[in-house]
């Protein structure tokens, strides 16, 4: 079973559209995935312009795919890369860090995580220990 960034089971992003690189809904992934659909964030109007200038439309519906385009509101599992790439440009769509994949956390902080988290107030950090 797939883990998220907190170290549960990775729930479903969307079922509706449906989502992931296994269309299964969920942000799981494996070594065929090259773009890394493991980020499940919730779609925004300036989130959407933005990789559709970056080259990745993801709001025209292609039917030929069974693809409806995505609408603000709608959850995706993004490209981590395309994230991180959004992110330095200031358009970063919130996550659902319950949906995404355990593997984000190996190139986004938990900080940054949790600051774009819609469900940061599930984090419980470890306590610090003192072992002296």
């Known amino acids: 079973m797939a883990k998220n960034v907190f170290g549960g089971d990775l729930i479903a992003c969307s079922m509706s559209p ?12 494996c070594g065929e995935d090259s773009g ?6 919730e ?14 439309d993801l709001s025209t519906p292609m039917p030929a795919y069974q693809f409806p385009g995505l609408q603000p509101g709608d959850r995706w599992c993004l490209c981590l890369p395309r994230w991180l790439q959004a992110l ?6 919130m996550l659902l860090l319950k949906a995404t994949h355990i593997s984000a956390i190996e190139h986004i902080s938990m900080d940054v995580l949790l600051e774009y988290a819609l469900d940061g107030n599930e984090y419980q950090p470890e306590p610090d220990r003192d072992d002296d």
């Not at 449906?18 to 992934?29: A, H, L, P, Q, S």
């Not at 779609?43 to 990745?56: H, I, K, Y």
């Open 43 to 56: 779609m925004t109007a300036e989130f959407l312009q933005f990789s559709r200038a970056a080259g990745n």
């Open 18 to 29: 449906v989502t992931g690189f296994f269309r299964n809904g969920k942000c799981d992934t």
């Open 36 to 41: 890394m659909h493991t980020v499940c964030a």
């Open 88 to 93: 330095e440009h200031g358009c970063a769509p």
